[in-house]
């Protein structure tokens, strides 16, 4: 398993843009797909994002398509969620995690981070 770490959350308005952060330990990080998923108050936790170890697939929810971009730095370790043109309906905490799986499935993750907020306004 690895251990993670997500960061670049805060509060912005509608339109506007943020970069999640999500810096990985271990030295086998290469190995593990990556995934995003966010979770709104009262609702249940929901895919976003996945890149596969090497970085050469990528997959989207819908509603995020054209808006959000996933990337990883495997010297870095770390995983990036790019969230442009964002809307009040993005508002979430947001978590990376880790799968030996290029799935979208959040059983199949082992490994998750604490989350980091990010809220919209409109």
């Known amino acids: 398993q690895v251990q993670l770490v997500e960061s670049g959350g805060g509060l912005v308005q509608a339109g506007g843009s943020l970069r999640l952060s999500c810096a990985a330990s271990?030295?086998?990080?290469?190995?593990?797909?990556m995934g995003w998923f966010r979770q709104a108050p009262g609702k249940e936790r929901e895919f976003v994002a996945a890149?596969?170890?090497?970085?050469?697939?990528?997959y989207y929810q819908d509603s995020v398509k054209g808006r959000f971009t996933i990337s990883r730095d495997n010297a870095k370790r770390t995983v990036y969620l790019e969230m442009d043109s964002l809307k009040p309906e993005d508002t979430a905490v947001y978590y990376c995690?880790?799968?030996?799986?290029?799935?979208?499935?959040?059983?199949?993750?082992?490994?998750w981070g604490q989350g980091t907020q990010v809220a919209v306004s409109s």
């Open positions: 890149i596969t170890g090497s970085g050469s697939s990528t």
């Open positions: 995690a880790a799968s030996s799986l290029f799935t979208t499935t959040p059983a199949d993750f082992a490994s």
């Open positions: 271990g030295r086998t990080f290469s190995m593990y797909a």
